[in-house]
């Protein structure tokens, strides 16, 4: 027997997050999951995503990018938040040229492909600091990857902010856009 819980907003553990917003952004779908898949008007379906940075490059080139990812078989693009190219210090939010994450997510979206979105905070792709600001290494009582009271309280705001900006534009599935996953981790 089949699940059909449809993906809410959850938080798992203090230190794994995961929201789950889903529904088409093209066609009225229902999409729920079960211990094996997601599930997509009754029908499992194997995503298969394609991974791109978009700070790693310019804006100009997302649209070929995600273009041969789809033209390669993939169905979602996967991509990080980069916290320290979009933080650059305490409150400060900068969504500009290359760290343009709506603009991003919007070619995804035009491409008819689904978008999975790792807010982070970590970024486990070669990037300085695994992509925590460098402010952050100066706030007192700051312990990496660990229950800091003061890291949580950080990674919280950007996390916040980041999903609240992706509502705002109305990018996750269940408003229509391409979002179908959205996680943050600490660990």
Request: hydrophobic share 45%; aromatic share 14%.
């Amino acid at each position: 027997m089949v699940e059909k819980n449809p993906f809410t907003p959850v938080s798992i553990a203090p230190l794994f997050l995961l929201f789950f917003s889903f529904s088409a952004f093209s066609l009225a779908v229902n999409i729920t999951y079960d211990s094996r898949s997601l599930i997509f008007d009754g029908q499992r379906k194997l995503i298969i995503s394609s991974s791109i940075h978009y700070p790693r490059s310019v804006p100009g080139m997302w649209p070929g990018l995600v273009k041969t990812a789809k033209k390669g078989g993939a169905d979602a693009i996967e991509t990080y938040v980069f916290w320290n190219g979009h933080e650059l210090s305490p409150g400060n939010y900068y969504f500009k040229k290359r760290y343009n994450l709506v603009k991003f997510v919007r070619i995804v979206q035009r491409a008819g492909m689904y978008l999975i979105l790792r807010i982070g905070p970590l970024v486990a792709a070669e990037w300085n600091f695994g992509g925590v600001p460098v402010w952050l290494h100066y706030v007192p009582g700051t312990v990496f990857r660990t229950d800091s009271e003061p890291f949580k309280n950080h990674m919280q705001n950007l996390t916040t902010f980041i999903v609240n900006m992706m509502k705002k534009e109305k990018l996750f599935a269940s408003q229509g856009g391409p979002i179908i996953l959205a996680q943050a981790s600490i660990m």
